[in-house]
């Protein structure tokens, strides 16, 4: 089974499907042994990676070498971060053969202007399109696909905008009638009252995708019991985890002048090895190195 069937059978199977951020191969790996059904092909963290704010400034290409990459490294269906597509909706078009081509099982578009602004920024200039504007990007994604069971999921940065539920609402109901297979609605808010009221006035056919960044009390028990919520995306929590280990071991070796403490406090080298699966090197080497 495609990876693409496979996510839409998790998710009907599950109920519910956990998707982690990944910003490389290694961390796809690491999500999929960890147990994860999907990954999220991340802009900020890609842009994190390249130790850039994620406002437009990775251009699809480092986006698409990337995704490609991590395909290559894991079976696990992939949910491709295209921001706002890249222009207008004959770029979208263009973007989704890339990324249909490039490994990705679906993709999330967002309903800002381009260049956009990171969601969870304070103060951040949210802008957003006119709702046709970004229907016409919808309906052309759903035209693009190849693949029917390759999802397009719109997101709406109502909220995040300030706009308030009622906009909200409006937005992802429009985006149904375009076409979307799932609505994405994101929220800033450190508690968990904007998307638990969202889901709860939500009667629109096609069921929910959160990002719980900012309000990480919601966990996947509280998330079912709302019942129209089908897919979380863990959309920081990779490059945050990476960072943490590395500033903190980091630190230690400036401050130890030195390694002699905290290499029994990392991964051995041997277990980088197994992740690369090194094995399978040796193996290929003694069969055809003569
Ligand atoms: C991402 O991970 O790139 C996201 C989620 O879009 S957020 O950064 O919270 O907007
Ligand atoms: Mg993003």
Redesign the pocket.
């Known amino acids: 089974m495609f990876p693409a069937k496979r996510l839409r059978t998790c998710m009907a199977e599950t109920g519910l499907v956990h998707v982690m951020?990944a910003h490389s191969p290694l961390s796809a790996v690491l999500a999929e042994e960890a147990g994860f059904d999907g990954l999220?092909a991340?802009?900020?963290?890609l842009s994190a990676l390249y130790g850039l704010p994620?406002m437009s400034l990775i251009s699809m290409t480092q986006h698409l070498d990337m995704l490609r990459a991590i395909a290559g490294r894991t079976r696990l269906p992939i949910v491709a971060?295209i921001d706002t597509g890249y222009g207008n909706a004959i770029n979208v078009i263009h973007a989704i053969g890339e990324y249909e081509r490039a490994g990705a099982s679906a993709v999330v578009i967002e309903d800002k202007t381009f260049p956009k602004v990171?969601?969870?920024v304070a103060d951040g200039r949210q802008e957003l399109l006119r709702i046709e504007e970004f229907q016409g990007k919808t309906e052309a994604a759903v035209t693009a696909r190849r693949d029917p069971d390759f999802l397009i999921i719109a997101r709406t940065e109502a909220l995040i905008a300030g706009l308030g539920e009622a906009e909200a609402l409006r937005r992802a109901q429009a985006y149904v009638e375009a076409g979307a297979d799932m609505i994405l609605i994101?929220s800033k808010k450190k508690d968990t009252s904007e998307i638990e009221s969202f889901s709860r006035a939500w009667t629109g056919s096609v069921p929910l995708v959160i990002?719980p960044?900012a309000y990480p009390d919601l966990d996947a028990k509280r998330v079912k019991a709302l019942g129209n919520i089908r897919m979380m995306i863990y959309?920081?929590y990779g490059i945050r985890a990476a960072a943490t280990c590395m500033q903190e071991t980091f630190r230690r070796i400036i401050v130890d002048g030195g390694v002699q403490n905290v290499h029994k406090d990392i991964l051995p080298v041997d277990e980088i090895f197994r992740l690369q699966k090194i094995h399978e090197v040796r193996a290929a080497e003694a069969r055809f190195l003569r």
């Open positions: 951020a999220w991340s802009g900020f963290e994620d971060d990171t969601s969870l994101h990002v960044n959309g920081n």
